[in-house]
């Protein structure tokens, strides 16, 4: 019989397998935020950083945009990540901030590739209205890349959203039977699971 114990250690590991494997069904999880009406809001991600042993879930995004007050008004966010291949679905509530310095932030900035700088280069804060149908991006970067140096400019609307899990719910979807747990974080025992009906 699966132990809980293994569950949340497989669910880490799948989440980190998310972050380097494009075909992975986490690498494009739904980050979910309050909404500025207070409903729920959310959106696609990139999954960019998971570190299991700090509980920390990592993503990019243009610091001038929507989620960003979001967040600064109500840090509670919600990941769901679904993978079809293993037929696995993870819900995560996190409790998550937005970095625009530190080390973290750094080494973010340096690991992003110029393709990835490109969208921070956008001259207009995502989602204000346009006049017609806009790329938000400077004409000379329409059909190119910027070079490394140009894509430097791209920091000062780069942002690094910072996530801190507390509580993973586990869907596993089976011809004989689907099985379901909840872990929650607690210090200092750390994960405890309990199964749920599915
Ligand atoms: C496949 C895909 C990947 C995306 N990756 C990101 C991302 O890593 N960071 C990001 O801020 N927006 C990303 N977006 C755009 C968001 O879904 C969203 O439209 C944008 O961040 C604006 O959201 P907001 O107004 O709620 O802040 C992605 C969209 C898609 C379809």
């Not at 960019?48 to 042993?53: A, D, E, F, L, Y």
């Not at 080494?107 to 921070?120: L, N, P």
Request: net charge neutral.
């Amino acid at each position: 019989m699966e132990q809980l114990g293994s569950i949340i250690d497989s669910a880490w590991a799948e989440l980190v397998c998310g972050v380097k494997n494009r075909r992975h069904g986490f690498h494009l999880p739904t980050l979910s935020t309050s909404g500025d009406g207070g409903g729920p809001d959310g959106r696609v991600v990139v999954l960019r950083r998971v570190i299991p042993s700090e509980r920390l879930i990592l993503c990019h995004t243009d610091r001038r945009s929507g989620k960003v007050g979001q967040i600064a008004a109500q840090p509670e966010v919600l990941w769901v990540f679904y993978d079809f291949k293993r037929r696995l679905q993870l819900r995560v509530r996190a409790t998550a901030q937005v970095l625009l310095e530190g080390p973290l932030f750094e080494e973010a900035w340096s690991r992003c590739t110029v393709d990835s700088r490109r969208c921070y280069l956008a001259p207009n804060p995502p989602g204000r209205p346009s006049d017609g149908p806009s790329a938000n991006l400077p004409e000379a970067l329409l059909e190119g890349r910027p070079s490394q140096e140009e894509s430097e400019q791209g920091r000062s609307n780069f942002a690094l959203v910072h996530t801190l899990a507390w509580s993973i719910e586990w869907l596993h979807l089976a011809a004989g039977g689907h099985r379901r747990a909840r872990f929650v974080h607690r210090d200092p025992d750390g994960w405890t699971g309990e199964w749920l009906e599915p």
